[in-house]
């Protein structure tokens, strides 16, 4: 068996044979995965359902469906030097994995980077967030039932543990959480050279222009999961007439997704813990409550809440909020958007919401980000064709379905030479003269486009055979004297 069939076999087996089952863990557990996210951020079960395990069933689908196409080679273009050889990419496992999960979607963001750590045919440590300590304990007991210990252990614990995991040699670190966290794994990772997938968050713009369906604008997430996302839209950018029409519609669609009664209502969470409550009534001071502000510190309750007339300058927006609390902050329009967002660190994503197409592709030639999403929010996360990650100050690296897999995988180049065109090679030895650097200008420089060439050799082939049995027919078909040989002779043609 080659080395290319055998590294398709290991990182299908890790999926299919009786070790490994993380689809069933994630159908199987839902109710215990539903009850350790109530008691650690007041999920509901079809909340869970929603945000947490439907995106790890689809991941596992798409790696199932599509790994032997992944992990097989992959032909890349050649050169006249390399027209008889063969050149291609071969994925291979890079080894062993440490999966940093974060607390704000515990099973999400930590079963989904497993997904294609398992696919590429690694092996993978599983650290979850302490913050969550209940997901943690649950990921603890349900995971050793599903996968091979050995291969995919969990370790619980808090900064130490962690301090501890990320002192060893890992072959990727994968890190899902704060840029200031994100800052201490790179830096540990450096000093065994190791590459890290750094998926932080910051402070994502949202720019509504007046012209945009404002009904539509006022029902995107910024109050999923109380705020506690990482793309969640931390704050609003609009012309001063649109500030008023957008806050009555926003109170119009918190009163229909959470009733007059958020705080009793079954689909609106909590905040993770009291010092978390504490972090987001303080970035609220001094600024303006245009809807919402009622809280229960004792319960981490915080209602969905609305700033108004905020300022550059506000505590508000010296830092991600990670909170059900958004910010408006007024422009005179797309220009000083644009500028607003450029000044600031690169975001996880920019959000605008027009009918203006040539508005949109400003912003996306004008801004940078992980991501850009058009007249809606959040949704890009769960298409598994995109890539998603951060730029900058956002992170670095990306996943979601084939992106995972090549993320966490070597993608090794392979050329095999053939031995029979040594006086082509022999272009690349001394001397060097100009009439070699001629040929090898042409032979390297030229691309080969092996679709193309294929087509043309097909119809060169066609016409070949076409002329061969019009010579044969012919002349065949005037000797016997027979009428219909110009008939043939058009069909053939």
């Known amino acids: 068996m080659s080395r290319e069939e055998l590294v398709v076999q290991r990182a299908r087996k890790a999926f299919q044979t009786g070790k490994t089952k993380p689809l069933e863990l994630v159908t199987e557990r839902k109710k215990e995965i539903a009850d350790s996210l109530k008691k650690d951020l007041g999920k ?38 390399t027209l008889v050889d063969q050149a291609y990419v071969q994925p291979q496992p890079l080894g062993l994995v440490l ?26 440590i ?42 060893q040699r890992w072959d990727h670190v994968f890190y899902t959480g704060s840029s200031s966290v994100g800052r201490l794994v790179m830096e540990a990772a450096a000093a065994h050279l190791t590459p890290v997938t750094l998926e932080l968050g910051g402070k994502s713009p949202c720019y509504i222009h007046s012209d945009c ?7 995107y997430g910024p109050f999923v999961n109380c705020g506690q996302t990482c793309i969640s839209p931390d704050y609003v950018l609009c012309e001063p007439s649109v ?10 669609c918190i009163k229909e997704f959470y009733t007059e009664n958020p705080k009793g209502f079954e689909d609106y969470g909590r905040i993770i813990n009291q010092r978390h409550f504490r972090r987001i009534m303080g970035l609220m001071e001094g600024s303006t409550v245009a809807l919402g502000g009622d809280c229960d510190e004792a319960d981490c309750y915080i209602g969905p809440t609305v700033l108004k007339d905020v300022s550059a300058d506000s505590k508000v927006m010296k830092e ?23 000044d600031r660190e690169k975001p996880l994503v920019i959000y605008v919401f027009t009918e203006d197409k040539k508005i949109i592709q400003r912003m996306i030639a004008d801004t940078s980000s992980g991501a850009l ?56 030895y001394p001397p060097h003269t100009q009439r070699k650097i001629n040929w090898l200008r042409l032979l390297l420089l030229k691309q080969i486009d092996l679709k193309k060439l294929r087509r043309f050799t097909m ?33 053939t043609l």
């Open 126 to 167: 599983i650290k979850p967030s302490e913050v969550s300590s209940h997901s943690a304990r649950a990921m603890e007991e349900l995971l050793p039932l599903y996968l091979d210990t050995d291969l995919y252990p969990v370790v619980t614990g808090g900064v130490s543990e962690t301090q501890e995991l990320l002192r």
């Open 320 to 342: 991600e909020i990670f909170g059900p609390v958004l910010p408006i902050i007024s422009v005179s329009g797309v220009d000083q958007a644009i500028q607003f967002i450029s």
């Open 373 to 428: 999403l058009a007249n809606d929010c959040l949704v890009h996360f769960t298409v598994s064709t995109l890539p998603f990650g951060g730029v900058g100050h956002s992170g670095m690296g990306c996943y979601k379905g084939k992106h995972t897999f090549d993320q966490l995988s070597h993608l090794r180049s392979c050329l095999i030479k053939s031995s029979s065109l040594e006086s082509v090679n022999s272009l690349r």
């Open 243 to 252: 500030q008023s029409r957008l806050l009555e519609e926003v109170r119009e």
């Open 44 to 81: 509901s079960e079809r909340c869970t359902e929603l945000f947490e395990t439907l995106g790890c069933e689809g991941e596992i689908r798409l790696a199932l469906q599509h790994l032997s196409d992944w992990a097989a080679p992959r032909p890349v273009e050649k050169t006249l030097m």
């Open 213 to 219: 369906n404002i009904r539509v604008a006022a029902r």
């Open 459 to 491: 119809i060169t082939a066609l016409m070949g055979l076409t002329a061969f049995i019009v010579q044969v027919t012919v002349p065949l078909f005037i000797r016997l004297g027979n009428p219909h040989w110009l008939i043939l002779c058009n069909y």
């Open 99 to 124: 999966i940093i999960g974060a607390w704000n979607y515990p099973w999400a963001v930590t079963l989904q980077p497993l997904v294609g750590a398992i696919a590429a045919g690694n092996a993978a």
